[in-house]
């Protein structure tokens, strides 16, 4: 079946910086656009990122624009969000996803699989 594994969470200062992956297994990665979301505690989840199946389009929420990067390894199956300038508002559990989707969509129904998450807590 299909799993995708976040990992590289943790506890971190504010302006410090963070890479999570998104292992996936049980899927063709690479046909796969791959998203990722954050859900912060008594809010509702929202999209961070993503990207393209080939990795040459992404698109960002204007929170994390010029902070955050995403790219992706194919041949590793593999998904990351590299984070830094973290802000205390960048604390959430970070959800890495796949869509069918051609587009870098931001909409979460539009993904089929996730990941259990990973927490980012940062502190001022």
């Known amino acids: 079946q299909v799993q995708l594994v976040e990992s590289g969470g943790g506890l971190v200062q504010a302006g410090d910086s963070l890479r999570l992956s998104c292992a996936a297994s049980g899927l063709t990665f690479s046909s796969y656009t791959m998203g990722w979301f954050r859900q912060a505690p008594g809010k509702e989840r929202e999209a961070v990122g993503a990207i393209s199946w080939t990795g040459v389009n992404t698109n960002y929420a204007d929170s994390v624009k010029g902070r955050f990067t995403i790219s992706r390894d194919n041949a590793k199956n593999t998904a990351y969000l590299q984070m830094n300038s973290l802000k205390p508002e960048d604390t959430a559990v970070y959800y890495c996803?796949?869509?069918?989707?051609?587009?870098?969509?931001?909409?979460?129904?539009?993904?089929?699989?996730w990941g259990q998450g990973t927490q980012v807590t940062v502190s001022s």
């Open positions: 996803a796949a869509s069918r989707e051609i587009a870098t969509t931001m909409r979460g129904y539009e993904y089929a699989y």
